[in-house]
C-alpha cells in the first residue's frame, strides 16, 4: 500500500468540513478572523474561496499574504490549522467552475458583482489533531488512560508540508 502524498492527507482531513476560519494580520498587527466556505473542488495544494474585492481582508491580504485557516469538526474530534499564502484571483472562468447559487446571499449580483473575486491559499504546512470518531472509542481510550493507567502516543497529531 503507497503511503499518501501531503495533499492527499490534507484533502481527506478537511474535505468534509466546509467553513474555515480565515485569520489575516491587520496593518496594526491584530489578528483578525472571519468564516469562509472552502471550495468543493479537489485539492492540489491551494484552498479556494469566493470574496469581495473591496474588503478589510483583501486590503489585509495585499499587506500581508500569510495567513491561517482553522478547520473544525468537534463530531468527529478533528481540527485543522493550515498556514500559507493567500492572494486574491479575478479570473472569470475559474469563477464561474466554483459558482453556487447559495452564494447569491453575499453576492446577489451573481457572477456580474464587479466586487466578486476569489481568495487563493496556497498551502504551506497544516497541523492536525484527528482523535478517535465515535464516543465509544474516546470513552475506551479514556478508561484505558485515566482508570487503567495505560499509556499510550497518540497517533493522530501530525504535521503536513506542502513545500
Known sequence: MSE????????GLITDIRMAMLTTAAPDGSLRSRPMAT???PFDGTLWFF??????????????????LAYADPKRNR????????RIVRD??????MWEDDYKAWFPN???????ALLAVRVRRAEY????GSGVRQLKG??????????????????????
Open 4 to 11: 499518501k502524498t501531503p495533499a492527499e492527507t490534507l484533502a
Open 39 to 41: 471550495q468543493r473542488r
Open 51 to 68: 470574496t469581495g474585492v473591496d474588503t478589510a481582508k483583501a486590503d489585509e491580504i495585499s499587506l500581508d499574504q500569510h495567513v491561517n
Open 79 to 86: 481540527y485543522v490549522s493550515v498556514e500559507g499564502a493567500a
Open 92 to 97: 472569470r472562468s475559474m469563477m464561474e467552475r
Open 110 to 116: 451573481g457572477l456580474d458583482d464587479p466586487q466578486l
Open 129 to 132: 489533531w484527528d482523535g478517535a
Open 142 to 163: 479514556f478508561i484505558q488512560e485515566h482508570v487503567l493507567g495505560e499509556s499510550k502516543p497518540d497517533p493522530k497529531h501530525g504535521h503536513v508540508t506542502m513545500e
